[in-house]
Each structure stands twice: as C-alpha cells, then as structure tokens.
Nanobody, 126 residues
C-alpha cells in the first residue's frame, strides 16, 4: 500500500517562498510519476506539476511555470515542491499523488493518479 505524507505548508506573505515535501513509502517508485495538485475553497482540484521518477521529466501548469520547481530525492523517496514568488491565488490545500500508469503526455491528468496524500494547507496573504 502506497502512503504519501505532505508537509511544509503554512502562512506566507505574497512574494514569499515555501517548500513542500512529500514522503512516499510502501512501494518502489522507480516506474512512477509523482504529481502535485491543489484545491482552493470552492474550486476543483487542479494540476500544479509532476515529475517522472526515472529520468526526471517535469511538467508544470502554466499558472506556476517559472515560479514553482519540482524535484525528487531518490534515496529518501521524497518529492519536493519549491514555490517562489507566491501569490494570494496560490492559496489552497496542496496534495501529492502518484501514478504508475500513463505516459509523459498524461502527467497532468488527475484521473491517472491512484494514490493521494491528505494534503497540506498553503495560505498566501496579500
């Protein structure tokens, strides 16, 4: 059983930075894609970014491109989301997820992700 635990959320002022972590366990991740999604109050969960565990290919939503960076630590089975130049509209609960299905073309597709963490809240004040 795959377990994902996010951490690092909190309150930050607009323009600030925050780094989220997602610790994964329960299965080998070498053939997986790890994704970050977020859900703001009253809105649907949306794709933020993803990284393929082998090879390190990344994909980002247009709304965060150039501001957010995803990385991974193979030895720690941990994926990171570095968020810079944060905006109030980045406020949301951030979830990490993993899929063993799909291709590089489906990295941003929420429906392909089978395992989810419980989320961590990020609040950006103006």
């Amino acid at each position: 059983q795959v377990q994902l635990v996010e951490s690092g959320g909190g309150l930050v002022q607009a323009g600030g930075s925050l780094s989220l972590s997602c610790a994964a366990s329960g299965r080998t991740f070498s053939s997986s894609t790890m994704g970050w999604f977020r859900q703001a109050p009253g809105k649907e969960r949306e794709f933020v970014g993803a990284i393929r565990w082998t090879g390190g290919t990344t994909l980002y939503a247009d709304s965060v491109k150039g501001r957010f960076t995803i990385s991974r630590d193979n030895a720690k089975n941990t994926v990171y989301l570095q968020m810079n130049s944060l905006k109030p509209e980045d406020t949301a609960v951030y979830y990490c997820a993993v899929t063993y299905r799909g291709t590089a073309q489906t990295m941003g597709a929420r429906g392909y992700y089978d395992y989810w963490g419980k989320g961590t809240l990020v609040t950006v004040s103006s």
